[in-house]
């Protein structure tokens, strides 16, 4: 499998919303409803904050969202702070295997 | 709360073996998944491998099939990542990731394992 692809990077300034796209195929992204997103900070393991397309785990900002449609999965972040300045990787379910996007970097302005 | 423990740095010469560990804690770990994560610096996360702790069932991604093996033991809830001969670009940190069976997200992180290849 290739990656995932995303956006290399997206910026936005506080309290603005940003959208990253993750395009993959059939078999991966369009075929299962096992879509996640992790956000990973400078010299940090990756932390998921979205899980299942839409589902975000106990803990992580109403703020994240995300959703998916055909090959293309999507994570909004509103109301954005300068926390959020970070890698955003999603990852799909692939039959068997993972694989992760390319990778955006979001920088807050 | 489950906790997953990586063994340390690693400096190695081109050609040598290496096996890197990973341990959870705080659950019984035959319900769960295990998997390694490689990150070339500077670069983007890459799925490797996954390995099933009840019964050993390996899955590889394509790209990492032959070039690395992973293993278990699950009495004491550990997975490793070996190497056979290192080349200089196995130079990355490497994570690995734990999640119950039934899930399809990967919830618990070890911290990495930096593994160095050079002569």
């Known amino acids: 499998q290739s990656g995932l692809t995303q956006p290399a990077s997206v910026s936005g300034s506080p309290g603005q919303s940003i959208t990253i796209s993750c395009t993959g195929t059939?078999?991966?992204?369009?075929?299962?409803?096992?879509v996640s997103w992790y956000q990973q900070h400078p010299g940090k393991a990756p932390k998921v904050i979205i899980y299942?397309?839409?589902n975000r785990p106990s803990g992580v900002s109403n703020r994240f969202s995300a959703s998916k449609s055909g090959n293309t999965a999507s994570l909004t972040i509103s109301g954005l702070q300068a926390d959020d300045e970070a890698d955003y990787y999603c990852?799909?379910?692939?039959?068997?295997?993972?694989?992760f996007g390319t990778g955006t970097k979001v920088t807050v302005l | 709360e489950v906790q997953v423990a990586q063994s340390g740095a690693e400096l190695k010469n081109p050609a040598e073996s290496l096996e890197i560990s990973c341990q959870g804690s705080?659950?019984?770990?035959?319900?769960?998944?295990i998997g390694w994560v490689r990150q070339v610096p500077g670069k983007g996360l890459e799925w490797m491998a996954i390995?099933?702790?009840?019964?050993?069932?390996?899955k590889y991604s394509p790209s990492f099939q032959g070039q690395v093996t992973i293993s278990a033991d699950k009495s004491i809830g550990t997975a490793y990542l070996q190497w056979r001969r290192l080349k200089a670009s196995d130079t990355a940190m490497y994570y690995c990731a734990t999640t119950r069976d039934g899930n399809f997200r990967w919830d618990f992180w070890g911290q990495g394992t930096l593994v160095t290849v050079s002569s």
């Open positions: 705080g659950d019984d770990f035959a319900n769960y998944w």
């Open positions: 390995i099933y702790f009840r019964n050993s069932e390996t």
């Open positions: 299942d397309v839409t």
């Open positions: 990852e799909s379910f692939a039959g068997g295997v993972y694989v």
């Open positions: 059939s078999s991966d992204v369009g075929g299962y409803d096992y």
